[in-house]
């Protein structure tokens, strides 16, 4: 079975700092994804993973996918409290396993 | 454009109903997709559908079942209800037969009772 594992689970940190939160998957990948939700709402795509050494950014988010090391990051660079919100990362395997990382609870505190 | 949406938004049921959620993609968008969250579990994929034909499946029991119709739109059904059951429900469409660039409906929030 595909593990898909993030740390760290939360994750408190000042605006204006940078941080990484790490994706870890157990079997080889075609596939990682990224999403946002915010407290008591449904999920928001943010990012497509297609190939090894894929690098995706969209304002102040940047994703990267490592696929011999199986792992892909979520870079924060100069935090804002807008993006305070729980990401999560999903990996899918050449068997269509699609499974969800237990998500990164994300606090921004001004 | 109008987004994804979900019917019912909420929903209340007791063990051993039935019950079928809907929805509607957003115009143009072929592929559905099904996803379970809950506090214990977190997010469980359920189904992905695509022209009708369902794609792939995620490791649920037979009472999870869902269709997609010509017009796109799916419905799943949770036949038998458990406690364990009750959850946010949440569907995804897209235009082609992958999961690139998912646009979520709000969900349906089920609790079994």
């Known amino acids: 079975e595909l593990k898909v594992e993030q740390n760290p689970l939360f994750l408190s940190m000042q605006e204006g700092k940078n941080y990484t939160i790490y994706c870890n998957y157990s079997?080889?990948?075609?596939?990682l994804y990224w999403y946002r939700q915010d407290p008591g709402k449904s999920l928001e795509s943010l990012f497509v993973?297609?190939?090894?050494?894929a690098v995706k950014q969209e304002g102040r988010l940047m994703a990267s996918l490592d696929t011999k090391a199986r792992l892909s990051t979520l870079h924060i660079t100069a935090a804002v409290h807008d993006l305070s919100a729980t990401y999560f990362c999903?990996?899918?395997?050449?068997?269509?396993?699609?499974?969800f990382g237990t998500g990164t609870s994300l606090t921004v505190i001004p | 454009k109008a987004g994804v949406t979900q019917t019912p938004r909420y929903l209340i049921k007791t063990r051993g109903q039935q019950v079928t959620l809907s929805c509607s993609p957003i115009s143009g968008h072929r592929s559905v997709s099904w996803y379970q969250q809950t506090p214990g579990q977190g997010l469980q994929f359920l189904f992905e559908y695509f022209s009708e034909t369902q794609r792939n499946k995620g490791n649920f029991p037979g009472r999870f079942s869902g269709r997609q119709f010509s017009n796109s739109r799916s419905e799943m059904n949770v036949s038998t209800l458990e406690l364990g059951d009750s959850a946010l429900y949440l569907c995804?469409?897209?235009f082609g037969s992958g999961r690139e660039t998912q646009y979520f409906g709000p969900g349906t929030r089920l609790l079994v009772l």
């Open positions: 993973l297609l190939s090894n050494g």
């Open positions: 079997t080889t990948s075609d596939r």
């Open positions: 999903a990996s899918e395997n050449t068997g269509n396993q699609f499974y």
């Open positions: 995804a469409s897209s």
